[in-house]
Every structure is written in C-alpha cells, then in structure tokens.
C-alpha cells in the first residue's frame, strides 16, 4: 500500500533556501569535486531552489531531482530546463519508491530539510534504504564511495545518552513540526538516525556545523556486497 504524499503542510518556510543554499553548496564543494562524472540524486527537491545553485556551481555533476509532491514537479522542470546537467524530475516517494530506474550509477543521495519533516518510516528508512538499492547496483566508479548527505536541524547528543535542544529556536521549532504532524520533529542524529543509517550498511558518519546551528551530515556506504 502506497503511503500517503507529503502536502504543502510539509513546504519550508519561504526565503529558507535563499538564506542556506551558498553555504550548503560550499559545504558540498569536497564531495562534488575531484571526480569526473559524479552523479547526484536529491531527494525532495521541493521548488528546485536548491537543485538551480548546485547545478550552476557544479557544471559538472549530473542532477538527478526528484519529488513526492505532484504539484510541484511542473516547478522543477522548469529548474531542470535551464540546466544541461540536470535531469526532469523523478517520482520519488520514501517508504515507497525503493529503486529508480535510472541508467547511470549515482554517488551521492542528498536530502535537504527532510528527515525532520517526515516520519522515522517513511523519511528515514525510506532514504536509506533507496540509497543503499541504488548503490549497491553501481557498475562503475568504484573509486568513488558514494553517500547519503542530509542537511537540517538536529537534537544534540551527550556523552552520557541524554538529548536536548541546542536552542531555544530549535525547540519552538520541533513543538511546531510536532503540531503539524505528530509524527515530525528534530532527531538524535546518535539515538534515532545512526541505527537506521547502520542497518543499510552506512556509517563512518561527517558533521559539518552550519549557520543557525544546523549540521550537514554525511553518512559513506560501507557495505557494497
């Protein structure tokens, strides 16, 4: 049974991308350079904005967008029909969609904004088990360790397995994800998305902080067999 679609419940707020979408690509700059031929498939792509300043500081890279929301795959074409290295937009639904029939290896997954906005089933699960079938099915490239990169705002871990806010900002925020949708709100990157990540053979996990205290997370694939 195919779970339900995301809504515009789920948007980001207006003006987000525009204010983090240069230090995302910056951030990005290690893993998006020194290989020719790397291929990216982004996950909730949203309205492109993100997928338009990657695509234009990446020449390079080849785009793979993709979206949940019908709505609004008509606002990606018209990102993706600007841009000779990305491709129209995917139907992708996470805890549905768990391979894409797409003929090219692809090395990196991204997801920006999402595993806070969705459930632990269906965004986190959903992710990692999407990119561990589309790694494991690579051909070429295997100089290259493909990744999950995701992007958001994170609970904060102890030493002693306690979590907590890292902000005030940051628990307004998950109070008002979790009045949207119950099952929404900021994750322990140790408690909640670690174990799943391990499950799907990724691990040897990257934090990079970022403004406004949220991270980019990098998960390597470690298990290729």
């Known amino acids: 049974m195919e779970p339900a679609r995301p809504n515009q419940t789920s948007f980001s707020q207006v003006g987000s991308a525009d204010r983090n979408k240069t230090e995302i690509g910056d951030a990005l700059k290690p893993f998006l350079t020194g ?14 904005d993100h997928l338009a300043h990657l695509a234009s500081e990446y020449p390079d890279v080849v785009f793979y967008p ?32 768990t391979s894409v029939n797409i003929n090219c290896d692809i090395d990196v997954v991204l997801a920006i904004n999402l595993l806070h906005i969705s459930s632990m089933d269906t965004g986190t699960h959903g992710l990692f088990e999407l990119a561990k079938n589309l790694f494991i099915q690579r051909k070429n490239k295997k100089d290259i360790q493909p990744i999950v990169v995701t992007y958001g705002a994170f609970l904060r871990d102890s030493l002693n397995g306690d979590v907590s806010f890292a902000s005030n ?57």
């Open 66 to 97: 993709s979206e949940a929301q019908t709505e609004l795959i008509d606002e990606i074409k018209k990102v993706s029909a600007k841009f000779t290295n990305v491709h129209d937009p995917l139907d992708v639904l996470l805890g549905h969609t």
């Open 169 to 225: 900002a940051d628990r307004l925020f998950d109070e008002s994800l979790r009045s949207r949708n119950k099952e929404w709100g900021l994750r322990s990157l140790q408690r909640d998305i670690d174990p799943i990540a391990r499950q799907y053979g990724f691990g040897n996990r990257v934090d990079i902080p970022m403004n406004k205290g949220n991270f980019l997370i990098i998960w390597k694939f470690l298990d290729s067999t």
């Open 35 to 48: 290989y020719p031929g790397i291929t990216v498939l982004e996950v909730a792509s949203g309205f492109g």
